[in-house]
């Protein structure tokens, strides 16, 4: 299994639009958090936010789950 090291960027270093899309389709990216809206101090709505931005190759890759004995999958 190989080590994988850190990205390590020069202050004056720049990345394009399309090099930073590709690494966060390759590594994949969690954002999370929420919205509170109120009027007259009563909450009124509340959202939650849980977003996952990754390719489908990534998924399926991180998180392949081992077969299950006696367990069968359909796939669709």
């Known amino acids: 299994m190989s ?3 850190p ?5 004056d270093e720049r ?3 399309c ?3 590709d690494r966060v389709l390759n590594k994949g990216v969690v954002v ?4 509170i809206i109120s ?6 709505i509340y959202l ?11 998924a399926k890759r991180t998180w392949a789950a081992p077969p299950v004995p006696g ?6």
């Open 71 to 76: 367990v069968t999958v359909n796939p669709s």
């Open 39 to 44: 009027v007259a101090d009563i909450d009124l």
């Open 48 to 58: 939650g936010l849980n977003v996952l931005l990754s390719s489908v190759e990534t």
């Open 32 to 35: 999370t958090g929420e919205i």
């Open 15 to 17: 990345i394009s639009l």
């Open 7 to 11: 990205l390590a960027m020069e202050s």
């Open 19 to 21: 090099e930073t899309l």
């Open 3 to 5: 080590e994988r090291q």
